[in-house]
């Protein structure tokens, strides 16, 4: 693997950072969103997406380029650039969509990987099995080595200063996903594609997908810049890129306004069913949806959803890096979790593997907003769990919600979800973060934790005063802490 991505900055596992692409003389910035182009039906001209919607980098299909009486030749004689009429970064599949939706293609990992060198390719693809999901570990496993052999077949076709992606596969099985990243990793290709995972997100299998995702990752490690094949609605970006996703490409602007559907971040709305566009893009403030029903042209009413569903996309990957910049990632991805109940089902999945997240978490960023009873599982919370083995208080210590004493030899403050806070570090982040006066359960569950790693790691004797503690909350102090409830006074 080349030196070709730099990590700028990180919060949770999402990234901001470059892709350097030698080939286009381009760099990336990450998170990043290709627009899928299809080389004979642009419902949206690559020059308008580069000059309107700012996309530095697209996707279109190398197999369908190959396999084309009308553009083959072109594409070898002009080249890709002058072909599509993009001055960007371009990245071309392989054909092994065509192989998963047929059975089977007419190219081998040479010819293909051949051909998109000589018509310009930026970015190529071998190509690897797609497995789907659900099917048996066996034949996971047997698709899997087949794609190694390929993956370390594209390691010895001469292609130049294109770069190479390595797919990394193994359906739904957690344990090949890992071995297929580490495997891939352990290549001299660029970029990592996390395949075969489109069925997952159309039956809105999110949770599923957040588990072969960070397999995946555990096996790529940190320096792999990460590309999620497919994942093309903006619902589901911030989720995506929390789990350390960099590239996506997205076939979804114009495939679903073929179909008139309006892509928001908390869905997908039906032209058909709109009195109002929610939305301030140019199609939407000059236009109604009746304006686009009663068009007499087809095509035109198409284009104009595409243009919209693009506008809604490129600014939702602006606003996933604003969020790393700021440091409240997290935040988004509970936001556009509440939009649906499958998505919230990612972002509580998300938060099982929250020490996976908490390795390149930030350890100081903008305030910690508490929004709802997953807030009390972000890596935060558990980073300073594991921290609080670190301090090794003396004496009678005093854990409370109330005011200091000075009957003890020390006193802390108590606060859910973080449990135990020295007070020299109540001002430092995330303790200093924004709270509900009214927290639930979760919370003092997790505050409670927290008492427990400190009586665990120290010999100090632990006096906790809490106000009204619920009883699973009480249930999970240790038995030798002393608990007793604050008076109103108190």
Same mark, same amino acid.
């Given at each position: ?164 992606? #390595? ?74 890129? #929390? ?10 602007? #114009? ?192 505050? #409670? ?42």
């Amino acid at each position: 693997m080349s030196g070709v991505f730099e990590v700028r900055e990180y919060d949770a596992a999402g990234r901001r950072g470059e892709l350097t692409v030698p080939r286009a003389d381009v760099t990336v910035e990450t998170p990043a969103l290709l627009p899928v182009v299809n080389p004979h039906v642009q419902t949206v001209p690559p020059s308008q997406l580069e000059s309107e919607f700012g996309a530095e980098i697209l996707i279109t299909n190398s197999y369908v380029l190959h396999g084309s009486e009308d553009l083959r030749e072109p594409a070898l004689e002009q080249g890709l650039h002058d072909l599509l009429g993009f001055s960007g970064a371009i990245m071309t599949d392989s054909g092994s969509f065509q192989l998963a939706e047929y059975g089977e293609i007419t190219v081998t990992t040479e010819e293909i990987l051949q051909f998109q060198h000589a018509i310009g390719s930026d970015i190529g693809t071998p190509v690897d099995i797609p497995t789907p999901p659900d099917v048996s570990h066996e034949q996971a496993s047997e698709e899997l080595a087949t794609t190694q052999e390929r993956l370390e077949l594209a390691e010895t076709v001469d292609t130049g200063e294109m770069l190479v992606t #390595a797919p990394v596969q193994g359906s739904t099985h957690p344990d090949l996903r890992e071995r297929a990243g580490r495997e891939a990793a352990s290549t001299s290709l660029d970029v990592f594609p996390i395949g075969a995972v489109v069925p997952l997100m159309n039956e809105y299998r999110f949770d599923d997908l957040v588990d072969v995702v960070t397999a995946a990752k555990r096996g790529l490690g940190e320096a792999a810049p990460v590309h999620l094949f497919g994942a093309g609605h903006p619902m589901m970006f911030a989720l995506a890129v #929390a789990l350390g996703c960099d590239l996506f490409d997205s076939a979804a602007y #114009a495939l679903y306004a073929r179909d008139g559907r309006y892509l928001t971040v908390r869905g997908t709305e039906h032209l058909e069913d709109l009195d109002y566009f929610p939305c301030s893009c140019p199609v939407c403030t000059d236009h109604t949806p009746a304006d686009l029903r009663d068009l007499d042209d087809e095509r035109e009413c198409q284009r104009l959803l595409a243009e919209h569903n693009l506008y809604v996309s490129f600014e939702e990957m602006r606003t996933v890096r604003q969020a790393i910049r700021r440091g409240n990632l997290l935040e988004l991805v509970e936001m556009r979790a509440r939009g649906h109940p499958t998505m919230l089902d990612g972002y509580r999945t998300l938060l099982d593997y929250a020490d996976q997240l908490e390795r390149t978490d930030p350890v100081s960023k903008d305030a910690f907003f508490y929004l709802s009873s997953e807030s009390a599982r972000r890596p935060e919370v558990l980073r300073h769990h594991q921290r609080l083995s670190r301090l090794d208080p003396d004496g009678e210590i005093l854990l409370t919600e109330g005011n200091h004493s000075d009957a003890y030899d020390d006193s802390w403050r108590l606060l859910p979800p973080f449990g135990p806070v020295p007070r020299e570090l109540a001002d430092a982040y995330p303790l200093a973060g924004e709270l509900p006066e009214r927290v639930d359960v979760q919370s003092y569950e997790a505050a #409670a934790e927290g008492v427990r790693r400190l009586a665990a790691d120290s010999d100090a004797e632990l006096t906790v005063f809490h106000r009204d503690w619920p009883e699973t909350a009480l249930d999970a102090l240790p038995a030798d802490v002393t608990v007793e409830v604050l008076g109103s006074d108190q």
